[in-house]
Structures are given as structure tokens and as C-alpha cells.
């Protein structure tokens, strides 16, 4: 009994013990497992955020290097500079010129032409031009980007007997981008209470050689709004939420930021949002795992890796797909204008080598397909026609769409079979289209230039070919002209900006 009686006692504790260890051991792997998740969470959050910060002032470059790009096609351009020798740009060049596509196309809202010490000779606002004194407030927020970009301007220049001669890099050839002399001062800070991208840069020609008489700079100044609506385009392309410019002091509690400029004092402007969180994601799909498999540590580290994996994979998918968004129509499938203006630059780098045709093609009678049968049926013609345009192109060229019924196709011939497949687009064009039970009928001009031999440059060579085009209009539509045919057409024909880029 006696026996039994200390037997007892020692079962019990063994009991307790194994317990108590058994407890302790579940206790230790569940809090190890909960302080993973938590690392995990933690360090989905970091990633995210870091990732976040980095898309976003990539971004923010992007559009500085955008806006000297579109600067640039002014600034170092034979006709502007040209224009210059009388010391300022008259308004017979600013209309047709400069200020429908700076404001409508690009959205400068200032377009000012200045010497170094300020004094401007030409302002144009929000496509117009106005007084010179107008343009003084705009003036005075740049002046420091004005005294960079002389000199920068300064340090280039050369003399060489008499003459001066700008000492700058040649462009890379391989690259796509417009070609940027690289003698600009770019920021974005505010003016006139709006956040925007200041772009000043001297007018040079595309020869870099400059008369002694001209040797002093005229600089033009550029100002490009990030309006709300930029702003959200941004969001979507990004995948962010909140995009807003505030001050650095005023930045939301739960916010993150990126700087905006070189301002860096605590009443500059900021670009602040709502960050996307995606720890939260991973303790939402990972916590009743972690539950269920409390004993399991190992395939917990497992499943914890496989989620983390999946986060990123998703963020990289996203980002990926911003890129092609940000390229192609989303209507066609076929590149936008900004991915089909990236391969024309690439084709102009290598067209000594490597001949191409531009094609321009326009449907005709694609208004009144709209009034009739509604959007619906246009969208449907738009969708057949970038199918027939993508089989007859296939691996010989590139088809876009341009914005509205314009299509454009960029072609590695500039002979037999430019004509052959020019033609042929219009066939496709006059093919009728099934619609809901109806018979849609539209049809086809189209445009061709060939480079070199049409133009060496972007803007030359576009506006040939859709002087092409409207020359095929006027000429009866459903038909193909080149830029050969316009030295036969009348110089006194009309030129209607309408009729020539929406008729039909």
C-alpha cells in the first residue's frame, strides 16, 4: 500500500511532466510559427513597399524623359532654330508649328523662348500665344534650370575658326528613344500652384554647327501640368491607389512617398499614396495553415515560401502587364501610338541598311457605319479590320492602330511589295463585314512613303505619307497613293485639317 501510495504521486508528476512538455512544445512551435508568419508579413510588406517606391519614381523619370523627348523635336530642330535669326518666333510658326500639338498632343501648358538673362521674346499658354510679360511668373520658378542649361550650354561649345560647333555625345544608334542633345535642364516642382515637369533647353540645329553672329544661346522653356488625370493614369498603370502631390509635412499617417524634384525642404511637394499592403494578403492565406498544421513546421516554411513566391510573382505579372498595356490598343490587340512611334524610331536608326515603307490607312465611310448602326458595329469593323491588317502584314512588318479608324503599318520593303500588300489592305478594307445579321460596308485609302528616300526623320516622314494619304481621298478613296504621286498633284488643292484626317 505504502508502495502504491509513492508510486502514485511520481505517475502523476511523470504525467504532468510529459504534459507541461508536450504543451511547452506545442506553445514554443505555435508562437515559432506565428513569429514566421509575422516575419513573413513583415518582410511582404518591405518588398512591396520598396517595390512601390522604385515603380513609381522610375515612373516619375519617365515622364521628365518624356517631356524633354517631345521638347527636344523643337528645341534641337532646324526650322525652329531657323525661325530664331529674327530673334523670336513669329505667330505664321507658332500656329501651324508648334501650338495645336504642344498643347493638344503633348499638354505643355508654356512654351516660353528666352535669353540667359531672362528676357522673352515669344510666350505661348495653353496653345496660345500671349503677352511676353505674362510669361515672367513661369520665368522666375525656372530660373535656376535656366542658369543649369546655359551652362551646360557653355561647356559645349567649341570654337573652331570662327565658328561654333557643340561638343555633345552622338546618340546611341541602337536605342529606340527620340534622339536628346543632352544640353537640358529638366525638374518637376510647382508653377503657378500646379505640379509640373520644366523642361529648358537651348535652341540649337540638328547640325550642331553655329555661326559666330548666333554663338549667344536662346533658350526655350517648357511646362508641362501633371493634371488629376495623368495622375490617374499613373495609378492604373502602376497598380496604386491615393496618387496625389502633398507637402512633405502634410503626408498621410499611412502613406509612403517619394520626392518630387530636387526641392527637398518640408513645404515641398511630395508624391505620396496609399500603399497596397501585400503582408495583408499573406496572413489572410496563410494563418489557417498555420492553424491546421500547428506540428508541422517544416512543411509551414514550405508553404510560407510558396505564398511569399506567389505575392511576387503576382506583382511582377502586374507590372509586366502595365507595360503592355501601356504599348497596344486595348480595343485591337495592335500596338498604340506611343509602341508603334518606339518601332519607327528603331526602323529610322538602322534605315540606311534596312529600307522600310510607312503605310497610312484610313476607312472610309467608318463615320457613317457609327451613326447607323451604332459604336458596337464600329468597334466591331475596327476589330475585323486589325485582324485582316495582322494576316496580310504577318512576319513582314508591324501594324497599329493610330487612334480612331487610322491604321499604320511599318514595312521591311520599300518595293513590288509594299504596292502588292498596300493594295491588298484596301481589298481588305472593301470585303464586306458581318455584324448581328447586317452587311457593313466600308472602305480603304491608303498612304505610302518610303524611307530613306521620303524623309529621315519621324515627323518628315509621317507627314509625307499622310499626304499620301489624303491625296488618295481627294483622288476617289478606295485607292493607294505614294509620296511620289504628290509632285503631280495640284499645289493649289485644298488642305483641310478635317477632311484629310477624318473623312470617311
Given at each position: 500500500?505504502?508502495?502504491?501510495?509513492?508510486?502514485?504521486?511520481?505517475?502523476?508528476?511523470?504525467?504532468?511532466?510529459?504534459?507541461?512538455?508536450?504543451?511547452?512544445?506545442?506553445?514554443?512551435?505555435?508562437?515559432?510559427?506565428?513569429?514566421?508568419?509575422?516575419?513573413?508579413?513583415?518582410?511582404?510588406?518591405?518588398?512591396?513597399?520598396?517595390?512601390?517606391?522604385?515603380?513609381?519614381?522610375i515612373?516619375?523619370?519617365?515622364?521628365?524623359?518624356?517631356?524633354?523627348?517631345?521638347?527636344?523635336q523643337?528645341?534641337f530642330?532646324?526650322?525652329?532654330?531657323?525661325e530664331?535669326?529674327?530673334g523670336?518666333?513669329?505667330?505664321?510658326?507658332?500656329?501651324?508649328?508648334?501650338?495645336?500639338w504642344?498643347?493638344?498632343?503633348?499638354?505643355?501648358?508654356?512654351?516660353?523662348?528666352?535669353?540667359?538673362?531672362?528676357?522673352?521674346?515669344?510666350a505661348?499658354?495653353?496653345?496660345?500665344?500671349?503677352?511676353?510679360?505674362?510669361?515672367?511668373?513661369?520665368?522666375?520658378?525656372?530660373?535656376?534650370?535656366?542658369?543649369?542649361?546655359?551652362?551646360?550650354?557653355?561647356?559645349?561649345?567649341?570654337?573652331?575658326?570662327?565658328?561654333y560647333?557643340?561638343d555633345?555625345?552622338?546618340?546611341?544608334?541602337?536605342?529606340v528613344?527620340?534622339?536628346?542633345?543632352?544640353?537640358h535642364?529638366?525638374?518637376m516642382?510647382?508653377?503657378?500652384?500646379?505640379?509640373?515637369?520644366?523642361?529648358?533647353?537651348?535652341?540649337?540645329?540638328?547640325?550642331?554647327?553655329?555661326?559666330?553672329?548666333?554663338?549667344?544661346?536662346?533658350?526655350?522653356?517648357?511646362?508641362?501640368p501633371?493634371?488629376?488625370?495623368?495622375?490617374?493614369?499613373?495609378?492604373?498603370?502602376?497598380g496604386?491607389?491615393?496618387?496625389?502631390?502633398?507637402?512633405?509635412?502634410?503626408?498621410p499617417?499611412?502613406?509612403?512617398?517619394?520626392?518630387?524634384?530636387?526641392?527637398?525642404?518640408?513645404?515641398?511637394?511630395?508624391?505620396?499614396?496609399t500603399p497596397k499592403?501585400?503582408?495583408?494578403?499573406?496572413?489572410?492565406?496563410?494563418?489557417?495553415?498555420?492553424?491546421?498544421?500547428?506540428?508541422?513546421?517544416?512543411?509551414?516554411?514550405?508553404?510560407?515560401?510558396?505564398?511569399?513566391?506567389?505575392?511576387?510573382?503576382?506583382?511582377?505579372?502586374?507590372?509586366?502587364?502595365?507595360r503592355?498595356?501601356?504599348?497596344?490598343?486595348?480595343?485591337?490587340?495592335?500596338?498604340?501610338?506611343?509602341g508603334?512611334?518606339?518601332?519607327?524610331?528603331?526602323?529610322?536608326?538602322?534605315?540606311?541598311?534596312?529600307?522600310?515603307?510607312?503605310?497610312?490607312?484610313?476607312?472610309?465611310?467608318?463615320?457613317?457605319?457609327?451613326?447607323?448602326?451604332?459604336?458596337?458595329?464600329?468597334?466591331?469593323?475596327l476589330?475585323?479590320?486589325a485582324?485582316?491588317?495582322?494576316?496580310?502584314?504577318?512576319?513582314?512588318g508591324?501594324?497599329a492602330?493610330?487612334?480612331?479608324?487610322?491604321?499604320?503599318?511599318?514595312?521591311?520593303?520599300?518595293?513590288?511589295?509594299?504596292?502588292?500588300?498596300?493594295?491588298?489592305?484596301?481589298n481588305?478594307?472593301?470585303?464586306?463585314?458581318?455584324?448581328?445579321?447586317?452587311?457593313?460596308?466600308?472602305?480603304?485609302?491608303?498612304g505610302?512613303a518610303?524611307?530613306?528616300?521620303?524623309g529621315?526623320?519621324?515627323?518628315?516622314?509621317?507627314?509625307?505619307?499622310?499626304?499620301?494619304?489624303?491625296?488618295?481621298?481627294?483622288?476617289g478613296?478606295?485607292?493607294?497613293?505614294?509620296?511620289?504621286?504628290?509632285?503631280?498633284?495640284n499645289?493649289?488643292?485644298?488642305d483641310?485639317?478635317?477632311?484629310?484626317?477624318?473623312?470617311?
Amino acid at each position: 500500500m505504502i508502495e502504491q501510495k509513492f508510486r502514485q504521486p511520481k505517475r502523476n508528476r511523470a504525467v504532468w511532466a510529459i504534459h507541461a512538455a508536450c504543451t511547452l512544445v506545442a506553445i514554443l512551435t505555435i508562437a515559432s510559427l506565428i513569429f514566421v508568419l509575422n516575419r513573413s508579413v513583415v518582410e511582404a510588406d518591405r518588398f512591396g513597399l520598396s517595390a512601390e517606391r522604385r515603380l513609381v519614381a522610375i515612373e516619375l523619370r519617365h515622364q521628365m524623359e518624356a517631356a524633354v523627348q517631345f521638347q527636344a523635336q523643337v528645341s534641337f530642330w532646324n526650322a525652329t532654330y531657323a525661325e530664331l535669326a529674327a530673334g523670336r518666333l513669329s505667330d505664321t510658326f507658332v500656329a501651324p508649328e508648334l501650338a495645336g500639338w504642344l498643347w493638344e498632343d503633348y499638354g505643355f501648358s508654356w512654351l516660353i523662348v528666352s535669353d540667359a538673362d531672362g528676357h522673352v521674346s515669344t510666350a505661348v499658354k495653353d496653345g496660345l500665344v500671349v503677352p511676353a510679360e505674362a510669361a515672367d511668373a513661369p520665368l522666375h520658378d525656372v530660373e535656376d534650370l535656366l542658369d543649369e542649361a546655359r551652362r551646360r550650354y557653355d561647356n559645349a561649345l567649341r570654337n573652331n575658326n570662327g565658328t561654333y560647333t557643340l561638343d555633345i555625345p552622338q546618340p546611341d544608334r541602337q536605342s529606340v528613344t527620340p534622339i536628346v542633345p543632352g544640353i537640358h535642364a529638366v525638374d518637376m516642382r510647382q508653377i503657378e500652384g500646379q505640379m509640373s515637369i520644366a523642361v529648358v533647353q537651348a535652341v540649337i540645329p540638328e547640325t550642331l554647327q553655329l555661326p559666330a553672329e548666333r554663338r549667344k544661346p536662346v533658350f526655350m522653356v517648357s511646362v508641362r501640368p501633371l493634371t488629376a488625370r495623368s495622375l490617374r493614369e499613373i495609378e492604373a498603370k502602376l497598380g496604386v491607389t491615393g496618387l496625389a502631390f502633398v507637402p512633405l509635412s502634410q503626408r498621410p499617417a499611412d502613406g509612403v512617398h517619394v520626392s518630387a524634384g530636387r526641392c527637398a525642404d518640408v513645404s515641398c511637394l511630395v508624391v505620396a499614396w496609399t500603399p497596397k499592403s501585400p503582408g495583408g494578403f499573406v496572413r489572410a492565406e496563410i494563418l489557417p495553415s498555420v492553424i491546421v498544421i500547428a506540428i508541422a513546421a517544416t512543411l509551414l516554411m514550405a508553404f510560407v515560401a510558396l505564398r511569399f513566391s506567389s505575392v511576387f510573382s503576382a506583382l511582377q505579372q502586374s507590372e509586366a502587364r502595365n507595360r503592355h498595356m501601356a504599348k497596344h490598343d486595348r480595343l485591337t490587340g495592335l500596338l498604340n501610338r506611343s509602341g508603334f512611334d518606339e518601332v519607327l524610331a528603331a526602323a529610322l536608326l538602322d534605315v540606311k541598311k534596312r529600307p522600310f515603307a510607312l503605310i497610312f490607312a484610313d476607312l472610309d465611310e467608318f463615320k457613317a457605319v457609327n451613326d447607323e448602326h451604332g459604336h458596337a458595329a464600329g468597334d466591331a469593323v475596327l476589330v475585323t479590320m486589325a485582324e485582316r491588317y495582322r494576316l496580310r502584314v504577318g512576319a513582314r512588318g508591324t501594324v497599329a492602330r493610330l487612334g480612331g479608324d487610322e491604321f499604320a503599318v511599318i514595312l521591311r520593303s520599300t518595293g513590288k511589295d509594299a504596292s502588292e500588300l498596300a493594295t491588298g489592305l484596301v481589298n481588305d478594307a472593301q470585303t464586306p463585314i458581318e455584324f448581328e445579321g447586317q452587311v457593313l460596308r466600308i472602305g480603304g485609302s491608303i498612304g505610302v512613303a518610303f524611307a530613306p528616300r521620303h524623309g529621315r526623320t519621324a515627323r518628315s516622314l509621317l507627314a509625307v505619307a499622310d499626304e499620301a494619304l489624303y491625296l488618295a481621298k481627294r483622288r476617289g478613296r478606295n485607292r493607294v497613293q505614294t509620296a511620289d504621286d504628290l509632285s503631280t498633284e495640284n499645289n493649289d488643292a485644298p488642305d483641310d485639317e478635317a477632311d484629310r484626317r477624318h473623312t470617311g
